[in-house]
């Protein structure tokens, strides 16, 4: 199962919007509607962002959202902020009944 | 307040073996799948593995499938992980993380992680 596709970097100013987009195939992220996203700080553990595409967890701030068409999703967050600077995964369920994440993206926050 | 609390990681050397160890707390783990997700140092999240509420059904990944083992024993709170036949490319943080709803996603609680490094 190959890695879903995510770009390597992405920045923005505060107060700006960025999105990170999760390529993957008609047997992952094209097919369900499981699809995740996940905050990490360095030295830390993951942290659940978005999941079911688009669901937020309680406490996660609604600057987060997160959309998909096709074979690819997107998370999007509004208002950046300094503390939202840190890696990003997405992760999708596949038909093979395993998860895939993506390779990650750093979020800088000039 | 849920916890998760890895053990069991060190220094093995290639082709051996270790066993971690997941000890869960603060909501009814016989009723959550759990799963293994392991990060090289530098690298990005890999799933590694994931067993059901009940223990019945197992999941890998192609890269550990026939040399490691998940099992559970709800009895205790506690997610294993049989690690054998260790390769270099195994090292990593291996992290337990609880599955919010459904069989293998989305992980809405992770450890703090346990680190294995396979080496001579």
């Known amino acids: 199962q190959s890695a879903l596709t995510q770009p390597a970097s992405v920045s923005g100013s505060p107060g700006q919007s960025i999105t990170i987009s999760c390529t993957g195939t008609?047997?992952?992220?094209?097919?369900?509607?499981?699809v995740s996203w996940y905050q990490q700080h360095p030295g830390k553990a993951p942290k659940l962002m978005i999941h079911n595409v688009s669901n937020r967890p309680s406490g996660v701030s609604n600057r987060f959202s997160g959309s998909k068409s096709g074979n690819t999703a997107s998370l999007t967050i509004s208002g950046l902020q300094a503390e939202d600077e840190a890696d990003y995964y997405c992760?999708?369920?596949?038909?093979?009944?395993?998860?895939?994440f993506g390779g990650g993206t750093k979020l800088t926050v000039l | 307040e849920v916890q998760l609390v890895e053990s069991g990681g060190g220094l093995v050397q290639p082709g051996g073996s270790l066993r971690l160890s997941c000890e869960a707390s603060?909501?009814?783990?016989?009723?959550?799948?759990v799963s293994w997700v392991r990060q090289a140092p530098g690298k990005g999240l890999d799933w590694v593995s994931a067993i059901s509420d009940s223990g019945v059904n197992t999941y890998y990944a192609d890269s550990v499938k026939g040399r490691f083992i998940i099992s559970r024993d709800n009895s205790k709170n506690t997610l294993f992980l049989q690690m054998n036949s260790l390769r270099a490319e195994d090292t990593a943080v291996y992290y337990c993380?609880?599955?919010?709803?459904?069989?293998?996603?989305?992980?809405?609680?992770w450890g703090q992680g346990t680190l294995v490094t396979v080496s001579s």
């Open positions: 603060g909501f009814t783990f016989s009723s959550h799948a």
């Open positions: 008609s047997s992952d992220v094209g097919r369900y509607d499981y």
């Open positions: 993380a609880k599955v919010r709803e459904g069989i293998i996603d989305p992980y809405d609680y």
């Open positions: 992760g999708s369920f596949t038909s093979s009944y395993t998860l895939v």
